[in-house]
């Protein structure tokens, strides 16, 4: 059974500063993994969606790189402000479970003025 | 173009009782996916439909029923309602049945008391 993680748990970062999270899952049969925010109490936003066969996607001050042999992802967010601060996840979908997502239990950002 | 609905956004119920929940997905889309989210368990799969077919359901007891209409909205219900059903229901949806970008709606809070 596909199993992600993500590291670490809680981050507290001040405004300006650089950051990666790091997301890791245990089989590498996916379709794809895609990144998202969820702010507390709300749904969840899209931030980058990276097919299997790519290694890296960018939106602006984010990027995601993804290394499928490895099980890893990383999401970098440049000069970071106070709005970053959200939950993030990571969610892969698998070869045999069509849009069924295994999601990560996330990481709390901080930015703090 | 409109995101996902979904409605309510707030509801509470009390043990015993059941409870209907709807998405609708961004238009042209044919899968939505509900998933349960709650503090001590994150976000868990409870299944998918395409095209007004089950595709895939996640480990959760009958009490948990769906379906999908031809216009691809879909409705969740949960039956006898217990005090662990209390959760933040979510819905996405996607183009595509696989390897497709999905997108949430805001989530439906259930509370049962």
Redesign the interface.
Known sequence: KQEVTQIPAALSVPEGENLVLNCSFTDSAI??L?W?RQDP??????LL?I?SSQREQTSGRLNASLDKSSGRSTLYIAASQPGDSATY?C?V?ALN???????G??TSLTVIP | KAGVTQTPRYLIKTRGQQVTLSCSPISGHRSVSWYQQTPGQGLQFLFEYFSETQRNKGNFPGRFSGRQFSNSRSEMNVSTLELGDSALYLCASSYRDINHEQYFGPGTRLTVT
């Open positions: 379709y794809n895609q998202f109490g709300k749904g969840l936003t899209s969606l097919q996840l969610a979908t479970t069509g849009n069924q997502f295994y999601f239990t996330g």
